[in-house]
């Protein structure tokens, strides 16, 4: 069965993110997110989760550290679970495993989030060129990714 990671920050982008559950049975799937109060309980309900550290970029100096572990850990945790494909609903978490998917040949599906319309994502942005697929959830945002698919919403 193809290994296949799903990846998104806590928040928005992981309640974004879990609207795809239903592709969670057809193939042997993990889950990583970031680590909070909120995120903890998802061990219950999906076997295969693992956590990075949250981060803000509300703090700066903290957060340069926060992001530098995570990159290693991000390192560690692809060569761990060596999915095929990574799929991507963003945020600064996802950035660093969708490099480093990419530098191993796993396929990088990045969805923008529903919640930008007019404007591009940091994190799409940079993803964007290394993408086997990009999807918007917006007509519009085509324009600004042109190589993109528009998928509609997927909430």
Avoid at 44 to 62: A, C, I, N, Q, W
Wanted: hydrophobic letters at 40%.
């Amino acid at each position: 069965m193809k290994k296949v990671m799903f990846i998104a920050s806590t928040g928005g982008h992981l309640n974004e993110l879990l609207q795809l559950e239903g592709l969670f049975s057809k193939y042997d799937s993990y889950l990583v997110t970031e680590k909070t109060k909120t995120t903890r309980s998802l061990k219950k309900r999906y076997p295969k989760v693992s956590y990075l550290v949250f981060g803000t970029k509300d703090h700066p100096f903290s957060y340069i550290f926060k992001f530098g572990f995570n990159i290693i850990k991000s390192f560690f945790l692809y060569l761990k679970v060596r999915p095929k494909v990574i799929i991507t609903t963003g945020t600064h978490t996802a950035v660093p495993m969708c490099y480093i998917g990419k530098l191993f040949g796993a396929k990088v599906i990045f969805i923008e989030t529903f919640a930008n319309r007019t404007t591009r994502t940091v994190s799409g942005k940079m993803v964007y060129p290394i993408a086997h697929e990009f999807v918007v959830q917006w007509e519009d945002m085509l324009e600004m990714y042109p190589d993109a698919v528009f998928g509609g919403w997927i909430y």
